[in-house]
């Protein structure tokens, strides 16, 4: 297990930076494959020996080689959460393969989902999408669900879109009728959705709530901070992710908030 652990964390660090190079440049709209890694200030390329997960941050002590200029915290964040993601969900699902592989799509989608709404407030329908299809086509090895055939996980795969989309779209609604502005953006109605295809309604149910409780202490960070106040917009794509991938974890019984609002 320890062995396992390690290589995953291994290969999650190599997945960070590529995660990194999608965050960077998919909201220009340029290619993912070329061209190769380079400084985004002086454009350098980057030569193999700088471009190690985390440890070229740390040798280079956040600097480009070339011109010296600082080189985003994001970087080594990035790969630092996916290597403990990947570690983490090894530990949890290594004995179901086809989930394993499954819900860490998922969980690197989100992470790409989540830097590129902190930085431009945008949610492109198509990591919605990808999710959704990973969603629809795992039902059968999903253990969120409690079916006995895979057309019954598909059906619950399915409902759980439904809902998903449908919560989110009736929050928006309502945060326009009582703002009179728009309160969630449209991208983050197609990113429940998807989530909902990952976690079924009642991981919909949890994930909403989550979100909720994560994006309010970060708000209200903010405003002690005097960065924001009541009517400024933030991402809500970020505390989304991180409800999903608790559930994707299956850290959180849903059952347990059936309880709580049965007392």
């Given at each position: 297990m320890l062995t396992g652990l390690i290589l995953s964390s291994?290969?999650?660090l190599i997945i960070g930076s590529f995660l990194n190079v999608c965050i960077y440049r998919f909201p220009k709209n340029q290619s993912i494959v070329f061209p190769a890694s380079h400084c985004p200030s002086c454009n350098t390329p980057i030569k193999f020996y700088d471009n190690i997960p985390l440890l070229s941050y740390i040798i280079l002590r956040g600097k480009c080689r070339a011109c010296g200029k600082p080189i985003s915290l994001r970087y080594p964040a990035v790969e630092l959460l996916t290597g403990l993601l990947t570690a983490v969900?090894?530990?949890q699902w290594h004995w179901n393969l086809p989930w394993l592989v499954i819900s860490l799509l998922a969980v690197y989608t989100l992470i790409?989902?989540?830097?590129i709404d902190f930085e431009t407030m945008m949610i492109s329908d198509l990591f919605s999408v990808i999710l959704a299809t990973l969603g629809l086509a795992g039902s059968p090895f999903n253990p969120c669900f409690d079916g006995l055939t895979w057309y019954s996980n598909l059906g619950q795969s399915a409902l759980g879109l439904a809902a998903g989309g449908g919560s989110i779209w009736l929050l928006a609604v309502l945060g326009k009728a009582i703002y009179k502005r728009d309160a969630v953006g449209e991208g983050d109605i197609f990113l429940m959705g998807a989530i909902g295809s990952l976690c079924g309604w009642e991981?919909?149910?949890?994930?909403?709530?989550?979100?909720?409780?994560?994006?309010?202490v970060y708000g209200i960070s903010l405003m002690v901070l005097k960065k924001a106040d009541r009517l400024s917009s933030m991402p809500f794509g970020p505390f989304l992710a991180i409800g999903a991938a608790i559930n994707l974890y299956n850290l959180i019984e849903p059952s347990w908030f059936a309880t709580l609002f049965a007392i």
């Amino acid at each position: 297990m320890l062995t396992g652990l390690i290589l995953s964390s291994i290969f999650g660090l190599i997945i960070g930076s590529f995660l990194n190079v999608c965050i960077y440049r998919f909201p220009k709209n340029q290619s993912i494959v070329f061209p190769a890694s380079h400084c985004p200030s002086c454009n350098t390329p980057i030569k193999f020996y700088d471009n190690i997960p985390l440890l070229s941050y740390i040798i280079l002590r956040g600097k480009c080689r070339a011109c010296g200029k600082p080189i985003s915290l994001r970087y080594p964040a990035v790969e630092l959460l996916t290597g403990l993601l990947t570690a983490v969900f090894y530990y949890q699902w290594h004995w179901n393969l086809p989930w394993l592989v499954i819900s860490l799509l998922a969980v690197y989608t989100l992470i790409v989902v989540s830097a590129i709404d902190f930085e431009t407030m945008m949610i492109s329908d198509l990591f919605s999408v990808i999710l959704a299809t990973l969603g629809l086509a795992g039902s059968p090895f999903n253990p969120c669900f409690d079916g006995l055939t895979w057309y019954s996980n598909l059906g619950q795969s399915a409902l759980g879109l439904a809902a998903g989309g449908g919560s989110i779209w009736l929050l928006a609604v309502l945060g326009k009728a009582i703002y009179k502005r728009d309160a969630v953006g449209e991208g983050d109605i197609f990113l429940m959705g998807a989530i909902g295809s990952l976690c079924g309604w009642e991981g919909v149910i949890t994930t909403v709530i989550m979100a909720s409780f994560f994006g309010s202490v970060y708000g209200i960070s903010l405003m002690v901070l005097k960065k924001a106040d009541r009517l400024s917009s933030m991402p809500f794509g970020p505390f989304l992710a991180i409800g999903a991938a608790i559930n994707l974890y299956n850290l959180i019984e849903p059952s347990w908030f059936a309880t709580l609002f049965a007392i």
